[in-house]
């Protein structure tokens, strides 16, 4: 299957301060990525879907300004949480997509705590 | 995307089959039946999919009603490893679309 890293694997921060989180597909040429975030004890909820050098489209409820998604590539996307706050403190995993993809693979996940 | 209905938890004795079913009463003929497993922190792991025919790979089996109103996976021998939430999504294959995650099933492999 598809290679997915993220980085950092978790992170910790003081409350007001912005966090990336980098998520690269290491072999396969990703034209989406999705962000989840997940709760503790909860499922995986779709956060935004980017698409390769355009704006990404936001889930209902979700800030777009709090959450920026850069996908400049085919290989990296990043996900910053702006002036993050201790609600924020989730579980975020990036998955990449393509036009033709069957079967979709997961990044490994980034735990973010906000102090 | 047809929405599924799985049993919160269950429970399995090592080196036992574990089945765990799923209920897709609404599916679509062009859907497929995926299952993920989720191990503590860490990010989904993909097992399994199919769309009418029973599937078998080196992790699992799936098994498909005839109907395809509902399925269920098999780990023929579990092991501890394979305690984790166990997803059964249903989605249109080569469509590039999302997945959307249920609840899942808690398997817990015992002893």
């Known amino acids: 299957g598809a290679v997915v890293s993220q980085h950092p694997s978790w992170v910790i921060c003081k409350s007001g301060t912005s966090v990336k989180i980098e998520c690269r597909s290491l072999?396969?040429?990703?034209?989406?990525m999705f962000w989840y975030r997940q709760f503790p004890k909860q499922s995986l909820m779709l956060m935004a879907t980017s698409n390769e050098g355009s704006k990404a489209t936001y889930e209902q409820g979700v800030e777009k300004d709090k959450f920026l998604i850069n996908h400049a590539s085919l290989t990296l996307s990043t996900l910053t949480v702006t002036s993050a706050h201790p609600e924020d403190s989730s579980f975020y995993i990036c998955?990449?997509?393509?036009?033709?993809?069957?079967?979709?693979?997961f990044g490994p996940g980034t735990r973010l705590t906000v102090l | 995307d047809a929405k599924t209905t799985q049993p919160p938890s269950m429970d399995c004795a090592e080196g036992r089959a574990a089945n765990l079913p799923c209920n897709h009463s609404t599916i679509s003929g062009n859907e497929y039946v995926y299952w993920y497993r989720q191990i503590h922190s860490q990010g989904p792991q993909y097992i399994i999919h199919?769309?009418?025919n029973n599937e078998t790979n080196e992790m699992a089996s799936l098994i498909i009603t005839e109907d395809r109103k509902s399925s269920t996976l098999i780990l023929p021998h579990a092991t501890l490893r394979d305690t984790a939430v166990y997803y059964c999504i249903v989605r249109v294959a080569n469509t590039g679309n999302q997945f959307y995650f249920g609840t899942g099933t808690s398997l817990t492999v015992i002893p």
């Open positions: 199919g769309l009418k």
């Open positions: 998955s990449p997509g393509g036009p033709s993809t069957d079967t979709q693979y």
């Open positions: 072999d396969f040429q990703a034209t989406t």
